[in-house]
């Protein structure tokens, strides 16, 4: 990693010595690892999804709701071994699966964590959750580690993605890597229980004032993907962060995210995934290790 240019943004340095954008160093901090209850439930199943957090993040989402530990340093280092016992851990919690949560940073850590974990027993699909603003080269990399690619396709226009995420080239690069993680693990496949095993689970988070936003990014997933796509269509959105000046000081209005789920229905997919409304919560906001250091030392 002494030029590092794992992601988009190409920063180029050393990061044994030094941190680029995301604020993340060579070996990893976790800011939570337990079981989640929150996510899909196809990925959280009955006994909870395995969330590893990892701290730095390459977007600065105004309304980032895990903003405490996106640029920052919280929690524990882990460096490849300890992530492997930490997966290890989670699978004897009775975790569905391991969910590496804004993992891009860390892509030369998990290519040794994941089959160390693998040589140590882990029998878990991987979950890749991340914000999508990822390179083809570094995804490549994956390639046989990750089982379930779990991309929030964000926005498709520049502006918003520029003015939301610092991020002016976001769909440049996220439109790429998810055609790669759909190469590599095709349509999601559930195991008899409805618990995802392998494949691709796009996201999309609708933000208040961004329907057609969301237009657009269902009519590429549409149009580059295969109908069968599963789609998460989110409507958690809360205003937290930076997130105080409209329309990003709100929540998003029932008309907008039935909006949204129309035309989804209208584009013809056929595995969709909606959300009560009620989940616009920060009780589904994870306490972080900053806060709560028990996360980690249940572990
Ligand atoms: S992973 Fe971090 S340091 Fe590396 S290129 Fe991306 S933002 Fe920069």
Same mark, same amino acid.
């Given at each position: 990693m002494a030029a590092c240019d794992i992601c988009p943004r190409a920063c180029l340095v050393d990061r044994e010595l030094a941190t680029g954008y995301c604020g993340a160093g060579s070996t990893p901090h976790i800011a939570r690892a337990a079981l989640h209850m929150w996510e899909e439930p196809c990925i959280s199943g009955t006994r909870g999804s395995g969330t590893i957090f990892f701290c730095g993040c390459n977007l600065s989402c105004l309304f980032c709701q895990n903003h405490a530990i996106s640029h920052g340093a919280a929690g524990v280092q882990m460096d490849a071994g300890a992530l492997a016992d930490c997966m290890l851990q989670l699978q004897a919690q009775g975790a569905h699966n391991i969910n590496l949560v804004t993992p891009a940073p860390h892509v030369p850590v998990l290519c040794k964590a994941i089959p160390m974990a693998r040589q140590m027993g882990l029998r878990l699909p991987i979950v890749y959750n991340t914000n999508a603003y990822e390179r083809v080269e570094t995804l490549r990399r994956l390639e046989g580690f990750v089982d379930i690619y779990l991309p929030d396709i964000k926005y498709v226009t520049p502006v918003a993605a520029s003015r939301y995420s610092g991020a002016g080239d976001y769909f440049e690069y996220?439109?790429?890597?998810?055609?790669?993680?759909?190469?590599? $693990?095709?349509? %999601?496949?559930?195991?008899?229980?409805? &618990?995802?095993?392998?494949?691709?689970?796009?996201?999309?988070? =609708?933000? +208040?004032?961004?329907?057609?936003?969301?237009?657009?990014?269902?009519?590429?997933?549409?149009?580059?993907?295969?109908?069968?796509?599963?789609?998460?269509?989110?409507?958690?959105?809360?205003?937290?962060?930076?997130?105080?000046?409209?329309?990003?000081?709100?929540?998003?209005?029932?008309?907008?995210?039935?909006?949204?789920?129309?035309? $989804?229905?209208? %584009?013809?997919?056929?595995?969709?995934? &909606?959300?009560?409304?009620?989940?616009?919560?920060?009780?589904? =906001?994870? +306490?972080?290790?900053?806060?709560?250091?028990?996360?980690?030392?249940?572990l």
């Open positions: 996220a439109s790429k890597a998810v055609l790669e993680m759909q190469r590599q $693990c095709g349509v %999601l496949r559930l195991n008899p229980e409805g &618990i995802a095993v392998r494949g691709l689970l796009v996201r999309h988070l =609708v933000l +208040p004032g961004s329907v057609d936003e969301a237009r657009r990014v269902l009519g590429f997933i549409a149009k580059a993907l295969p109908q069968a796509t599963h789609i998460s269509l989110m409507g958690q959105y809360m205003p937290c962060h930076k997130a105080s000046f409209a329309p990003l000081n709100r929540k998003l209005l029932r008309r907008e995210y039935e909006r949204a789920i129309e035309h $989804c229905v209208s %584009l013809g997919f056929t595995n969709v995934l &909606i959300q009560s409304l009620s989940s616009a919560d920060s009780a589904f =906001v994870p +306490p972080f290790a900053a806060q709560n250091e028990e996360n980690i030392a249940k």
